[in-house]
């Protein structure tokens, strides 16, 4: 963006700014929604009952963005994915893609910076700026280029759709957002010097060149979307706040009746009102911002940032982002009135104990990471790590129901043989059942224990790790202070992988018994303390009566329904082992047609379910010949 250009020669002036005192947060807030990492420059994308937010990545240890800069700048190498189903508990799905993928972009210059994913006939599109190569290895780059990956999945994994920049820009040419309108016409806008073009069907190509347009007081951070039938487009400028503002950029909006008409300026949309607190109480707010709006289940939500978590002030140029959220409404003459930076939104739903809940699921978190593992599949396996004495995780809104929770499980492992590790299991305040988390082996154990009393209702839940690791010195849970980053070196006690709450085994029906003639002694039976092994909710059933209808280059796939399935993944290819070239479609319906087949090719398909429990086996494969 221009504004980190122009600003990027006083960030090592800024260094040496002295470092200054901060409150502790309290876990009552539920913004930042992520606390594992820094995030910034937020997209939304609403998919069925599920919102899915896209996020570029500010890493922890900021680094020179070229060899000869004397200076630390933002450091952004990739950009990762959460969900959400009711707006207070986060799924992390991990890193979904990087600049390093792009074989046409800068290795050396770490500026993944604000991206945006569509989705369109089943495929997800991301769009990023990518800085690309020079001439040389060491030479500076050209300029930007709008890089565009492809995946099944909104959290991926993606890969370079075309092998090659979308649009070849110059140094302003950043932060993309594409929408896609009612009748098929897919719009992309982009660039602190404001651009826009037409694409094609096909998500990958221009139906029109680049041309400039116009909104006021715009530096950068588009995002163009619509709601009931007008166009809003928003972004990152300068001017226009109050005193509340706390400096660096507001948001501000425009509306129209047409997508490409005179747009009607709505003024400010946002102001900066949160950032690192100095020890006098002032605030110095995170000079960049960058909206993302949507709709979801019949609310209205804006996407921003800040740099108020511990270590929000980077290395003294506020370069350590976290995304946050504030519900909104639009107002019946269009205009939407100046949205706050709050603490927390409402939650819309509430969070099954009884399914498997990932351990990456977070309402507020204190000192620890996420890690990931990449699956069979190309999947990211996502897991948290690096706890330490008295770090934490929280949800909230968990409905137990009436029957009531009996017992609680966790799945483990790599404990320290030192640590004498332990999960205090809290309901709201009060502490229900400690969990001995004691599997020193390097493969996932679940272990369980027995609740106190038997939880019915809608709780918050509080997950505390207890043991002989002491938090390390530098996360001190200052804003202000620069290191008080949590380190992605696995100093921590274990490896937690997922948890659930079980119900009360039901006792065993058995048949009434004649009265015997004398006495006997009772029958022993179970403790109620003696817990049956715990099992995770199970794998749906292998998929059957997979048929493929050859329509010209078309392939009409369909199967047998699965009972409790939530989805399918179709996978075809031209080798018959699927390694190589294969393709995967994630499906809801048990039908899915595949266009542009190639001729004179066999093909192979198969297909499995995916329940609460996971995906199941596939389906015996079926070939066809496409003529």
Known sequence: MRLKKIISLAVAALMSVPVLLVTTKTVSADNPVVQTYFTADPSPL?????????TSHDEDVLEKNKPTDDYLFFTMKNWKCYSTKDMINWTDHGTIFGQSSF??????????????????DGKYYL???????????????????????V????????????????????WFDIDPTVYIDDDGQAYLFYGQTLKYALLNDDMVSLKTQPKTFNVPNYTEGPWFTKHNGTYYFMWAGQGGNTAAHKGGETLHYAYCDEPLGDYTYGGLLQETTKGVVKEDGSINGSFTNHPGVCDFKGRSYLFYHTNELPGGCGDGAGAHRSVCVAEFTYNDDKTIDVVGMPDSVEPIGTLNPYDRVEAETIC?????????TTNALGYNDVFVYNMHNDDFIQVREVDFGSEGAYSFK????????????????????????????????????ELSVKLNKKITGIHDVKLVFKGNYDKPANETGLSRDKDAYIHEEDTGMFKF???????????????PQPTPVTSQPPAATSCPSEKPDAVFPAKPAKVK????????????????????????????????????????????????TIKKLKGRKTYYFRVRAHSKGGYGSYSAKVKIKIK
Do not use: M
């Open 364 to 372: 507020w978190a204190e000192g620890l990471k996420t890690g990931q």
């Open 410 to 445: 966790a799945s483990i492992k790599d404990a320290k043989d030192d640590a004498d590790a332990k999960i205090e299991v809290y309901i709201d305040d009060n502490l229900e059942a400690v969990l001995d988390a004691a599997n020193t082996s390097g493969e996932w154990k």
């Open 127 to 149: 769009y990023v700026p990518i800085l690309r190569k020079g001439a040389t290895e060491e030479a500076d780059s050209p300029g930007y280029g709008i890089g565009v990956a």
């Open 46 to 54: 609403v998919v069925g009952d599920t919102l899915y937010l896209i």
């Open 151 to 170: 995946a099944d999945n909104p959290y991926g994994p993606y890969e370079d759709a075309i092998g090659k920049p979308l649009i070849e820009g110059d």
């Open 545 to 592: 009566k997979l048929k493929v209808k050859v329509k010209g280059n078309k392939a009409e796939v369909s199967w047998k329904k699965v009972n409790n399935a939530d989805k399918y993944q179709l996978v075809y290819s031209t080798d018959k082992k699927f390694k190589k070239g294969a393709k995967k479609c994630t499906v809801k319906k048990n039908k899915y």
């Open 497 to 511: 992988d997922c948890w659930s709450f079980e119900k009360e085994p039901k006792p065993p029906v058995t048949s």
């Open 103 to 120: 074989e046409w972009g800068h290795t050396w210059c770490f500026r993944a910076w604000a991206a945006q994913a569509v989705e369109r």
